[in-house]
């Protein structure tokens, strides 16, 4: 009863502190508001607001008769209405002048379409090049234009790749055979519209397309929190060194209530101060961004998991100081070096199953990472339950060496 | 979107990220310059007699007078009786802070340990406190029983019995008056009714009723003070500890202290005190042990330490030039038991100051020292200590 009402009241101290409350909510939040201010609201929408970007095409094909001039259809395709809100086509005559406007900072981009683009069409082993320049000082927009484009000449290998398989088959093809066929296959292609094609072009079957934005803000908002949660962690336990030096520790060890239960008060704060902590972020983060966290049973472990790893790892990293004023940098380094590492996919977008994607488990905060991500995509309760499991590993070993080390200090 | 464009998010992302990491590390170093503040020097107390005794008729204080009156009827028991308490620390050599204390404090009486700074006082109220273990060995064993329950085997028992005031606060600045006294009433095992109507009576009594509301840390001095003593109040001790309450505080509070511990026995408590002010174990104790090294060197009333020096008088001379042209010569002087050399005086302790002190000029004469000044006093803790260890209190 007496540790619960220690932790209690470390609790009430923690959330007066405005330094407390400002890197706990405060900092977490307002990054990942910076984000999601950034990319727009994810919440209400699922297109980016983001200015058109104004593209120069040089469309230099000069067609052939068997399929006439191709280089066309793909300036008609980026210059379609669907296009219109992320980028403004324009046509030059020339390479030159396409260049110069991208040069001159009048157009974000160019795209050099080559003078035998069509030629290649009838002859299987031709490639020619589509040129693709963009002013090196935008990032977003000539990118999402690059990617149009590699979209659209997909398509056009399809084409390219149908008529050599067709050639192929049938023992070589006349001029009429061609026409027909890359006519026949952009009647029914209409970026899009394939019902007609003659090449059924699948794609892999796969869970249904998320929100890019939303995942990406969400697996920011789940790096902050997991980061700050072990500042939280280690800043509430060293609330034990604080009491060491003010002198109330003692003054507690003098009153009628065991060494045990005033070390069990100070822990129980710990954790109750980072579950409050994530709760509040968790709901936060749903109510302002939109944030899917994923399956509540999932939820609930990660959380769970969470609490118990920043709350342990934090007690033993308290443990290893003497006095607070070596806090700053203990924590500073240890929790930012094992903070990075252990979110290194978050922060770099580097896949889980990637060289560096071990790394994380070398530290705490990546167990959590791997956990949380995993239920916000969706990953069934099978899958997260090993990353709980090491959670709870590791934290009853933390906790153990801490309240070792702290019995023995204050023994 | 494709990957390249989460590329260019992600790394505006660490960017943000180690930024913001900075901050953290930045905040976090500036963080810990906070606890400084805690360790405040002055401190004002209000805790007079007079108004503790208003307070008495005013009724607020039946439970204590009961408590007074029960504990009137024995006087003589014991409230605490402590043995053998030995304590070496170990930090490269061996220190012996306490080596083999013992004493005996009765109910209702002041008992204080008077010694200078690095005798062992308070590495004996820590052990008595329960915060450090006596070192067993050695041909007796450890004990301390307060009011007849062992701290060392029973300590939770024990601890029930005794309310300790340490010597620098020790309370939650940033919790109201209110909430730090309604936290460690918890921690003494008050709860309901009775946590409210204690909490309720120790802010009367301490005069911060008006204030119960307001943090802590934007008390004066004086009030953390009084908050600080109430803590120790709260679940009517038995016994109360006071370590050094007065050092480093200005004389006003100081006389506001002293006048609080004689209200406190008033009420029929014990008190434990422990002081490296001579003048204030003096006026405040029933009875006093002379610690020194560790060790209780002298124990007894006032009257009965001073008895220690018998008939031997203190005289304090200045002269008029370096002493030690005359120290050898006054030391082997007949009479002279002691010789102490201050910064600007010398302080001797002779059998009869009448016989003595001719002897002395006669002696500066021959070496050519002039005597400026003479005080002859009569003999008190500061001259008992002289008497038994050779120093002075003050610079021992």
Redesign the interface.
Known sequence: M?SI?IAL?DL??SF??T?AL??MFG?PLI?TG??YL??GNIKSEDT?NIAATKVVIANLDQGTTETGQLGKTIENALSGKNLSGIMEVSTVASQEQALQMVNSGSAGAAIIIPADFSKSFTDPEKTVDVSFVSDPTL??GP??V??VLRQILDVYSGIKITIAEAMKQSGGMDQQQITALVQQYMAGMQFGTESSSLVDLKTPTAAPQKN??AT?VGS?MA?MMIFFAY?TGA?TANSIL?ED????L?????????QAEVLRGKFMAVGLTVLVQVIVLMVAARLLFGIEWGALSNLVLCVIGLVLTASSFGILACSLLKT??Q???I??GLL?VT??LGMIN????NPQGSPLGIVPLFTPQGWVARAVLSTMSGDSLMKILPFFLGMVVLSIVFFILGVWRFQKRFA | MNNKKLRVSFSVLIRVGFLSIITIILFHLGSFTIVEKYIVRKYRLDLTNSALLAKREAGTLVANQKFSQKWENKKMTLAMNVQNLRKTFRNGSSVKAVDGVSFEVKTGEIFSLLGPNGAGKTTTISMLSGLLRPDNGGSEKSEILIMGQSLLSDPLAAKAMIGVVPQDIALYEDLTALENLTFWGKMYGLKGDQLKKRVGEVLDLIGLSDRAKDRVGKYSGGMKRRVNIGVALLHEPKVIYMDEPTVGIDPQSRRSILDGVLALRNQGMTVLYTTHYMEEAEELSDRIAIMDHGKIIANGTHDELIQLVGQKTKIVLTINTAAGQIVEDWKRCEGVSNLLVDESSLVLLVDDSNIVLPRLFELAAKKDVRITSVDIQEPNLETVFLHLTGRALRDA
């Open positions: 007496k009402t009241k009430t101290r007066r502190s330094f400002v890197f900092i990054v910076m984000f950034m990319f980016v990032t977003i990118q999402i690059k990617s890019m934005l990406m920011i790096g500042f800043n604080r030096e003010e002198g109330t003692q003054r507690l060890f003098t009153t009628p209530t065991s607070t004023k806090s700053g940098v924590f500073g930012t903070g990075m978050i922060f770099t977008g």
